[in-house]
Every structure is written in structure tokens, then in C-alpha cells.
């Protein structure tokens, strides 16, 4: 989609993903577009990002670039406009194309390359371990630091539950540094993050008449979804984020939790059976997608049909999971605003990333499912974590309403342009 600024007057060139993305993206930008140079934009179409350059290639751009601004002269308080320019109502047509299709493939070789040769991703070895990132007690593992968790050159182990690298629903890649706006992307790649115009046309939305008080709702960890992410084909459903993660919670086998005789005692890790704590998670599919006939009967078969439900009924749990699909989820938002706690696992990096913080306005989940168990027994089942898990969706809330409105992503896209 194409986006061009002429005048103070935003024109839009081709209709967008659905039939919200031409139309917030333009709302996004005309409040301020009479203060923007004219220019011609691209925006992704496609949940999935686009542009991945290779390691190498991105290191001498980076030291051309800095011999460049040294050379750059006192900035001005105007703006030339580029001589081939046109009136920004069309584009000219091409017969080739700078992007590679590997839609339905593995794509981890191809993809891995963005990552240093040093790193993990990069290794000979296709068994080779992730690098340690987050914090271990007695075998749980928390997630204490989002961006080491989310960083594909630390995590090789990716390749499987990421559907990006492992058959991807649409896998449209060009390794030239083209500018190219997206609304979320993975560690790896160069696309230029802008606030998801899913988020701005507010397609999930939180009805504060239909709150809950905390007291009154459900002590449990809750989602209803699609099987999104990647393309289900030969079985690989099994690997990939959202079928795993369900499956793990369906027949949870033996789990680790903390336990203490005395509050002055040292916590020591219990293991139980996963039943004991299984009726704490209320977590199914509703909607069997992005798969050959064959998987699609295997998935229907292992997580059965459920109904759609209304998204209300959501509000009326303590802890709401969130989770990649075949990029951003696009429901974040209603749930910070929705008096719940959001659990999030999440890989892929949007314009709010360094802005919502983890532990303070929501809980960071792994992939693993290895630390649910005791995340939610201390909220549940200790003082303390009432206490806290309570203060958290109260604050994420709170945070929400100040920081992911409408005008703040209209001041960041505007300060995003402007540079």
C-alpha cells in the first residue's frame, strides 16, 4: 500500500490489508500532514515483515552511513522535495520485483542470516542450545528480560514454534534496504515499525460497560483463537506457537511449582501432577485455518470444535493469555484496559515495546508453558501475589489509558516521519 504526502493532504494508493488499513493509516497521518515533507511511503500489506538484510550487508551499510553524517551540514528548518515526484495519486508500474516468495517453506536458513556469525543462529550445529537469557529457580524459568527473550540470534529453537521459519502463511522477503513500514516485526528483520492501524480503527475493543470486578472474576488463565502463525502442513502443527502452547496445557504431564513450610522458610521446587493445576487453564481453539486438508482434520481431531464466543466473555477471567499469530495478536490493548491481568508470549516487536514494561504492566510468558503452573499458584494461592497480580492489571490499565491512545500514536507516527 502507498501513502503519499502532497500539500497537507494524505493520498492513498491501493486498498490496504482488509478494509481498515487505508483508512486508519490516512487518519493517522492527516492530523499533522500539512507539517510533513511531500514523500511517497510504503506499507506492508502483510502481517508478516519484509525486510531482512543479511549481517555483512547491514555492517557496511551502517559504516557508510556513519562516514555520511559526518560529512552532513547544519540541518535547516525546511524540507526539498525529491524532482521525480509525482502528483501522488498512482505509481508507476514495474514488471519485476525485489521481494523473494517462499510462502509454505522452511525459511530458517534463509532468515538467519540477519544474525551474526557468532551467534547461535548462525551455528553449524543444528542442535545447538539457546543462549541463557532468562532467570532459573530450581528449573522454572522465568522470563525476565523481553528483549534477550525475543532475540531470534540468541534462540535457534525458534525455527519450529515461529511460523515465519517454519511454513509461513506469506513469506514476501527482499534483502535491499527498502523503507518499508510494518506493524510488527521479529528481531531480525529492517522493516520500520509504526503503530498497527488495527490497533488505531480499534478493531478489539473493551466495553467498559461490559468490566468485571476482580473479585468476580474467574481464577483463570483464558483464550479463544485461530490456529494462525504459520501454514499447517505433514504435521508441523505440532511445533508451531499457539497449537504447542494449547497442547502442553491440554495434557500438562508433571509440573514444577515453589513451595515453603513457613513465610521465613527458603522456597523449594514441589513437582505434581499437571492435573492438580489444569483446571486453571480454560484455553481452546475456535477457529481451524492456514492448513492442508489433512492437518486440519488432525488439528480438529486433537483440540476438537469449540464455538466462537463473544470477546466479553474474556473480561470475565483474572488472567488473559495473548499470543503471536502470524505477527502482533491485535488484541493487547483490550486486554490491558480490561481490569485482567494479560500474559503475554510474545516474539515479535512492536512501536509500544519500549514503552509497556513486563512484570509492571503485564506478565512475559515463554513458549515452554514450563512456569504457568507457578505463576499462577503464587497469584492465586499466596498473599502477596493477590496482592500483585491485582496491582498489575490495575496498573497496566491505567498505563494503557495514558500511552496507546489514538493521539499518542498519532505523535509518534508524526515524530517517526519527521525523522
Request: hydrophobic residues 35%; negative net charge; contains cysteine.
Given at each position: 500500500?502507498?501513502?503519499?504526502?502532497?500539500?497537507?493532504?494524505?493520498?492513498?494508493?491501493?486498498?490496504?490489508?482488509?478494509?481498515?488499513?487505508?483508512?486508519?493509516?490516512?487518519?493517522?497521518?492527516?492530523?499533522?500532514?500539512?507539517?510533513?515533507?511531500?514523500?511517497?511511503?510504503?506499507?506492508?500489506?502483510?502481517?508478516?515483515?519484509?525486510?531482512?538484510?543479511?549481517?555483512?550487508?547491514?555492517?557496511?551499510?551502517?559504516?557508510?552511513?556513519?562516514?555520511?553524517?559526518?560529512?552532513?551540514?547544519?540541518?535547516?528548518?525546511?524540507?526539498?522535495?525529491?524532482?521525480?515526484?509525482?502528483?501522488?495519486?498512482s505509481y508507476d508500474q514495474v514488471s519485476e520485483t525485489?521481494?523473494?516468495?517462499?510462502?509454505?517453506?522452511?525459511?530458517?536458513?534463509?532468515?538467519?542470516?540477519?544474525?551474526?556469525?557468532?551467534?547461535?543462529?548462525?551455528?553449524?550445529?543444528?542442535?545447538?542450545?539457546?543462549?541463557?537469557?532468562?532467570?532459573?529457580?530450581?528449573?522454572?524459568?522465568?522470563?525476565?528480560?523481553?528483549?534477550?527473550?525475543?532475540?531470534?540470534?540468541?534462540?535457534?529453537?525458534?525455527?519450529?514454534?515461529?511460523?515465519?521459519?517454519?511454513?509461513?502463511?506469506?513469506?514476501?522477503?527482499?534483502?535491499?534496504?527498502?523503507?518499508?513500514?510494518?506493524?510488527?516485526?521479529?528481531?531480525?528483520?529492517?522493516?520500520?515499525?509504526?503503530?498497527?492501524?488495527?490497533?488505531?480503527?480499534?478493531?478489539?475493543?473493551?466495553?467498559?460497560?461490559?468490566?468485571?470486578?476482580?473479585?468476580?472474576?474467574?481464577?483463570?488463565?483464558?483464550?479463544?483463537?485461530?490456529?494462525?502463525?504459520?501454514y499447517s502442513q505433514g504435521g508441523t502443527w505440532r511445533?508451531?506457537?499457539?497449537?504447542?502452547?494449547?497442547?502442553?496445557?491440554?495434557?500438562?504431564?508433571?509440573?514444577?511449582?515453589?513451595?515453603?513450610?513457613?513465610?521465613?522458610?527458603?522456597?523449594?521446587?514441589?513437582?505434581?501432577?499437571?492435573?492438580?493445576?489444569?483446571?486453571?487453564?480454560?484455553?481452546?481453539?475456535?477457529?481451524?485455518?492456514?492448513?492442508?486438508?489433512?492437518?486440519?482434520?488432525a488439528m480438529r481431531q486433537h483440540f476438537g470444535d469449540?464455538?466462537?464466543?463473544?470477546?466479553?466473555?474474556?473480561?470475565?477471567?483474572?488472567?488473559?493469555?495473548?499470543?503471536?499469530?502470524?505477527?502482533?495478536?491485535?488484541?493487547?490493548?483490550?486486554?490491558?484496559?480490561?481490569?485482567?491481568?494479560?500474559?503475554?508470549?510474545?516474539?515479535?516487536?512492536?512501536?509500544?515495546?519500549?514503552?509497556?514494561?513486563?512484570?509492571?504492566?503485564?506478565?512475559?510468558?515463554?513458549?515452554?508453558?514450563?512456569?504457568?503452573?507457578?505463576?499462577?499458584?503464587?497469584?492465586?494461592?499466596?498473599?502477596?501475589?493477590?496482592?500483585?497480580?491485582?496491582?498489575?492489571?490495575?496498573?497496566?490499565?491505567?498505563?494503557?489509558?495514558?500511552?496507546?491512545?489514538?493521539?499518542?500514536?498519532?505523535?509518534?507516527?508524526?515524530?517517526?516521519?519527521?525523522?
Amino acid at each position: 500500500m502507498g501513502v503519499s504526502t502532497r500539500r497537507g493532504t494524505v493520498q492513498v494508493v491501493g486498498s490496504g490489508q482488509d478494509d481498515f488499513q487505508a483508512t486508519a493509516t490516512k487518519a493517522m497521518i492527516s492530523p499533522f500532514a500539512q507539517w510533513l515533507p511531500e514523500m511517497d511511503l510504503a506499507f506492508n500489506v502483510n502481517d508478516e515483515p519484509r525486510i531482512l538484510i543479511p549481517h555483512e550487508d547491514a555492517d557496511r551499510m551502517m559504516a557508510s552511513a556513519e562516514l555520511a553524517v559526518r560529512s552532513i551540514r547544519a540541518l535547516g528548518n525546511n524540507f526539498t522535495s525529491p524532482n521525480d515526484l509525482n502528483d501522488g495519486q498512482s505509481y508507476d508500474q514495474v514488471s519485476e520485483t525485489r521481494f523473494n516468495r517462499l510462502d509454505h517453506q522452511q525459511t530458517w536458513t534463509h532468515s538467519r542470516m540477519s544474525c551474526p556469525p557468532d551467534t547461535p543462529a548462525r551455528s553449524l550445529d543444528p542442535d545447538i542450545e539457546d543462549a541463557e537469557t532468562g532467570f532459573t529457580f530450581g528449573g522454572i524459568s522465568f522470563v525476565n528480560n523481553v528483549t534477550s527473550f525475543s532475540d531470534i540470534c540468541l534462540h535457534p529453537s525458534v525455527r519450529q514454534p515461529i511460523g515465519l521459519f517454519n511454513h509461513p502463511n506469506v513469506y514476501s522477503v527482499s534483502h535491499d534496504l527498502i523503507p518499508v513500514f510494518s506493524p510488527s516485526k521479529l528481531s531480525i528483520f529492517h522493516d520500520i515499525l509504526y503503530p498497527s492501524p488495527y490497533y488505531y480503527a480499534d478493531r478489539t475493543q473493551y466495553d467498559e460497560t461490559s468490566a468485571v470486578n476482580w473479585t468476580d472474576k474467574r481464577p483463570c488463565l483464558y483464550w479463544r483463537g485461530a490456529t494462525s502463525g504459520g501454514y499447517s502442513q505433514g504435521g508441523t502443527w505440532r511445533t508451531l506457537l499457539r497449537q504447542s502452547i494449547l497442547s502442553k496445557l491440554m495434557s500438562p504431564g508433571r509440573v514444577r511449582i515453589l513451595t515453603r513450610s513457613s513465610d521465613k522458610s527458603a522456597w523449594d521446587v514441589k513437582t505434581i501432577p499437571g492435573f492438580d493445576v489444569s483446571h486453571r487453564y480454560d484455553t481452546h481453539f475456535t477457529e481451524i485455518k492456514q492448513c492442508s486438508p489433512a492437518s486440519c482434520a488432525a488439528m480438529r481431531q486433537h483440540f476438537g470444535d469449540h464455538p466462537h464466543v463473544p470477546q466479553e466473555e474474556s473480561w470475565r477471567n483474572r488472567y488473559l493469555l495473548d499470543m503471536d499469530g502470524n505477527a502482533l495478536s491485535g488484541r493487547f490493548y483490550a486486554l490491558l484496559k480490561s481490569w485482567s491481568l494479560p500474559m503475554k508470549v510474545a516474539y515479535y516487536r512492536e512501536w509500544h515495546s519500549p514503552r509497556i514494561f513486563p512484570w509492571k504492566h503485564y506478565v512475559p510468558l515463554s513458549a515452554s508453558t514450563d512456569e504457568y503452573a507457578e505463576v499462577l499458584r503464587y497469584f492465586e494461592e499466596e498473599e502477596n501475589g493477590k496482592q500483585i497480580a491485582r496491582t498489575m492489571a490495575e496498573q497496566g490499565r491505567e498505563w494503557a489509558q495514558k500511552t496507546v491512545r489514538q493521539i499518542d500514536m498519532q505523535v509518534y507516527m508524526f515524530r517517526l516521519l519527521l525523522e
